[in-house]
């Protein structure tokens, strides 16, 4: 009796170019062996290898290969060894009559054959079930499981190739990386027809190749939500991070129709740190990934829909309606708004960084490339606790992280138990007063030139790894001209908008702004995006909560 095979889309294929012999073979296979294993038979090696290739691209693993000698155009150890290329664990069987024995003998050799069967195997119980029991069982116990996932090949040093996998990363879609170098890599894009040229190449579970995809394509291959299911709602939340996602659960939760629209990864800043331990409820701390899967989960729960990789690019009052315009032309609208875009990083402006971005200098944690760090020098521009939190994070495998300072100390801008911890890392070495002035390297980072603030003296460095977080850029303005900000770009709410006691001009209610109310009636602010915020996760979750209750209020009185 059959074993179960590994993985239930496990395939036994077999190629013979005589039709009534190919439905023979595939036959006895389903019967013996049919409720365990998918039976693919094809009648030709070029289609053989097609349908390998195309399984190849889905993930599908195939644990033997049963071919016939003598076909035409392309015999059987001819397939067999371009078989190798797609499926090297597959084990081999070449069919033969008497005559080609010696044929067969020899293909051991060129081909790596496991086996070969003479023509005809009746009866299948005494010649062909016993051979493929065990060189079924010998492919089991080797280690060739499916791989489910999305697979994304490219260069080590490729911009685009570390974006695509930051943005699977952050998305919680489990992927795996092969180097377009390496034979896994190379096997993969020969699959899917592709050159090595155009990278990275993204194949989907279902098998799609993908060639230096888009945000927005990527994320409706893989599953992300990208379309709205509705025009009209009671709560659009743009902008994915702590505070838009503490919007979205309360929202929901309190029986708004809410729909929250990402640019790019729920989580923001926030989702990228690889420990928060300020967090109220978790003494042990928790990574930005866990608290934003759980967030985000939570506010699934609870219905409110989560967009991925939508860009919103203009926000309208029309009457009561706030209606929210994406970057591919289309629209939404809703009675109330929160605006929750957050910040990001501020570029490093050094020569040479815009040129190696993703290619050894990046912005944020960047943990997908963590793994690389090990045993290596490692450099971080940044004093808050972004750069703290990273520095701990990088120095578990890093030979060395250093911590470039521009300021004094990091006492302004660190929290004190961070402090702390980086003072007892003994791989970790703070440099306060020093400056990035320029970074080299012909297509990736090689070294840095290191600047001293006080005394103007300059020192070139070794680095292949540096990560920035220097300062916060709120990312609004898409709202220019419609949304009153402050001159660093923040949006200015409630009081901020009444500092004389008056409204602001354009304010048509007869009574003023609520708390976390923008210059637009029923649109609202939260986060760090809104002038003089607090800058913390706890304190931009509090946030989105506070601007939900206030929506309640705005549509209890419209």
Not at 142 to 158: F, Y
Not at 359 to 386: K, P, R, W
């Amino acid at each position: 009796m059959a074993q179960a095979a590994d993985a239930a889309r496990t395939v036994i294929m077999t190629v013979d170019d005589d039709p009534g012999v190919s439905r023979a073979v595939a036959r006895d296979l389903r019967r013996r062996y049919g409720e365990s294993y998918r039976i693919v038979r094809a009648e030709s090696g070029e289609s053989a290898l097609d349908a390998l290739r195309e399984l190849k691209l889905r993930g599908d693993q195939v644990a033997v290969l049963l071919a016939d000698y003598r076909m035409p155009q392309m015999n059987g150890i001819e397939f067999l060894e371009q078989a190798l290329d797609v499926y090297p664990g597959a084990r081999r069987v070449l069919l033969t009559a008497y005559a080609d024995t010696n044929a067969a003998i020899d293909a051991i050799n060129v081909v790596d054959l496991d086996h070969y069967l003479l023509k005809p195997w009746d009866p299948p119980e005494e010649k062909l079930y016993p051979v493929l029991d065990d060189l079924l069982e010998a492919w089991r116990c080797s280690d060739q499981r499916a791989v489910p996932s999305t697979k994304v090949v490219g260069h080590r040093w490729s911009a685009r190739s570390s974006d695509v996998r930051e943005f699977l990363a952050r998305n919680q879609v489990p992927y795996r990386w092969y180097s377009a170098d390496e034979p896994e890599g190379r096997r993969l894009l020969a699959a899917a027809g592709a050159d090595g040229q155009r990278l990275p190449l993204v194949v989907t579970p279902d098998g799609t190749p993908l060639l230096e995809p888009e945000a927005p394509e990527l994320a409706a291959r893989v599953g992300l939500a990208t379309t709205p299911t509705a025009d009209f709602y009671d709560l659009v939340v743009i902008g994915g991070g702590p505070a838009g996602l503490g919007a979205a659960v309360y929202g929901a939760s309190e029986g708004l129709r809410t729909v929250l629209v990402e640019r790019s990864a729920t989580g923001g800043q926030a989702g990228q740190s690889s420990r928060i331990e300020n967090y109220l409820g978790f003494p042990d701390g928790v990574s930005g990934a866990q608290l934003t899967d759980r967030a985000r989960r939570q506010a699934g729960k609870f219905g409110a829909e989560v967009l991925t990789a939508r860009e919103v690019t203009g926000l309208e009052a029309n009457g009561a309606a706030r209606t929210v315009r994406f970057s591919d032309g289309s629209a939404i609208a809703a009675h109330s708004v929160i605006l929750a875009t957050g910040v990001s990083y501020r570029q490093l402006d050094a020569p040479g960084a815009d040129d190696l971005s993703g290619c050894g200098v990046y912005y944020g944690s960047a943990l997908t490339e963590a793994a690389s760090c090990q045993g290596h020098d490692v450099y971080i521009v940044g004093g808050a606790n972004s750069a703290g939190q990273a520095a701990m994070y990088l120095a578990r495998g890093a030979k060395s992280v250093t911590l470039l300072v521009r300021g004094p100390s990091l006492t302004a801008s660190m929290s004190y138990y961070l402090i702390q911890q980086i003072n007892e890392a003994p791989n970790i070495t703070v440099r306060c007063g020093t400056v990035v002035d320029a970074v080299h390297g012909p297509d990736h980072l090689e070294q840095l030139t290191l600047r001293d603030v006080e005394s103007g003296q300059s020192e070139l460095v070794d680095a292949q790894w540096l990560f920035v977080f220097i300062g916060a850029a709120p990312l609004t303005d898409w709202l220019d001209g419609t949304v009153l900000r402050d001159a660093n770009g923040f949006i200015l709410a409630g009081p901020d908008l009444t500092p004389d006691g008056r409204p602001p001009e354009d304010w048509e209610l007869d009574r003023p702004p609520y708390h976390l109310e923008t210059n637009i009636p029923g649109v609202f602010v939260a986060g760090d995006a809104r002038a003089e915020s607090a800058k913390r996760v706890a304190s931009a979750v509090g946030e989105g909560a506070m601007a939900v209750m206030l929506v309640h209020r705005y549509l209890e009185q419209s």
